[in-house]
């Protein structure tokens, strides 16, 4: 079992940063693969970036690469994501999330992944 709390959100103008930050409690966390998403008012959950157990494996949604980083750290039991030159249309909820299987690889696809955090909200001034 994991549990995920994630923060770091809030307002912040365009083109500034953001790093938000995931710890997680849990046995499994340093063997799970990680990932976070989003979701805005009407929209879907979209897939940012994932990261493997051991952080050697890295994806990235075409329309964050280069402006976001996913890290972890496992002696910390957290992960994070650092969010450069934010644009409005990256407001939304942010989610981090874990799969449950020990050593499983890194997806994009939300219905991978069996733990999720309650999410915090960034929001992109223009």
């Known amino acids: 079992q994991v549990q995920l709390v994630e923060s770091g959100g809030g307002l912040v103008q365009a083109g500034g940063s953001l790093r938000l930050s995931c710890a997680a409690s849990g046995r499994s966390f340093s063997s799970s693969a990680m990932g976070w998403f989003r979701q805005a008012p009407g929209k879907e959950r979209e897939f940012l970036a994932t990261i493997s157990w051991g952080g050697s494996s890295i994806y990235y949604a075409d329309s964050v690469k280069g402006r976001f980083t996913i890290s972890r750290d496992n002696a910390k039991n957290t992960v994070y994501l650092q969010m450069n030159s934010l644009k409005p249309e990256d407001t939304a909820v942010y989610y981090c999330?874990?799969?449950?299987?020990?050593?499983?690889?890194?997806?994009?696809?939300?219905?991978?992944?069996?733990?999720w955090g309650q999410g915090t909200q960034v929001t992109v001034s223009s």
């Open positions: 999330a874990a799969r449950r299987g020990t050593y499983y690889s890194p997806t994009y696809n939300p219905n991978d992944y069996d733990y």
